[in-house]
């Protein structure tokens, strides 16, 4: 399954960006996770989809900001960033992995990334 996320962009302390994740297979069945890594440090899990739709943000620091959202007609999984801040500078990846649970699940338990969507916010 080939991902490949879209959407990123330069964009000012409190706006907003969806980013999108699309695949060369079905994402339908999957839990679908969205990480992002900054220079230096490891990726980390920041919210994730459930195949049924429902959402779980993985990190305190986006929840009320941040949600998933999948269109599987579109066989797209889409994150949704709102009021970002300057933390929120990365690389944005999509992924498909275990079961989207509220756990933040290790990057090595996934075997398959894309090439990032880069988002840059700045003042």
């Known amino acids: 399954l080939d991902l490949v996320e879209s959407g990123g962009g330069l964009v000012h302390p409190g706006e907003s960006l969806t980013l999108s994740c699309g695949a060369s297979g079905f994402l339908s069945p999957w839990d679908i996770f969205w990480f992002r890594q900054v220079p230096g440090e490891q990726r980390e899990g920041v919210s994730c989809v459930k195949a049924s739709g429902d959402s779980i943000n993985l990190l305190d620091s986006v929840k009320g900001r941040f949600s998933v959202s999948r269109d599987n007609a579109k066989n797209r999984v889409y994150l949704e960033m709102n009021n970002l801040k300057l933390e929120d500078t990365g690389v944005y990846f999509c992924?498909?992995?275990?079961?989207?649970?509220?756990?933040?699940?290790?990057?090595?338990?996934?075997?398959?990334w894309g090439q990032g969507t880069h988002v840059n916010v700045s003042s």
């Open positions: 992924a498909v992995g275990p079961p989207c649970t509220g756990e933040r699940p290790s990057p090595a338990r996934f075997g398959q």
